[in-house]
């Protein structure tokens, strides 16, 4: 949204100490008929950013909507701070973020804001990952992935679309298990608590990273501290979307 006011949210992101940087797009991939990969150069971000970048780190990306600022989040794919650059991976539906990674091409660029992004990693270190997404999280759920290397994984996966099967989950199939749980009502949610308790049976050690539409992080969240009893530095719950 280059040369555009942000509104009121770049305001209020501004007095929030925000920092905005331009990405310039490098080059882009179609992963799957619903999934795109935007590779970009940071405008200096990561310099900015030093020791702070993290797993699951995010950005607010512009986007125009008919002449409006409109702003969504994203994670930050193999951010190369040597390099100066990242990928961004959208799943594609309506709207004027996907509209944007639809026709992204080298050349093009694209403001981001630095507020707000944060990890704390959990102590003691989990003996398990335990992980509930969909395909908006997934670039989270892998850089969650990366950063614990040796750590097994479960990881219900909630899809969509038949090319979900093509999505690039960086498994391990010696260490992750990913379940795979089509979008259908609350499919997600009973499965989740049919599976989860037998892997969480020691609230101190378990860890359970989830990101879904809004609703459905609620009730797991919601779940896991009062039915599980897991502490709360042992759940952490972002609602990444809301549902129509």
Known sequence: MAGAGKGWEGVVLRLLRGKDFTLTVTGAEQV???YRRVCVTDGGLLAAAGASVHPTMWVRLWFD???KPHTRAYTLVDPDPGAGTFALEFALHEGPASAWARTAKAGDTIEATVQGTGFTAPVPAPERLLVIGDPAS???INSLLDAY????ATIWLETRHASDAGLPVRLDPARHDVRRVGRAGSALVEQVKAELPELARDPES???WLACDTATTRTLTAYLRKDLALPKQRVNGLGYWRAA
Request: aromatic share 6%.
């Open 149 to 152: 290397p040796q750590t097994p």
């Open 138 to 140: 997934l670039p989270a």
């Open 65 to 67: 909507n008919a002449g």
């Open 206 to 208: 378990a860890y359970v």
């Open 32 to 34: 799957t008929e619903h």
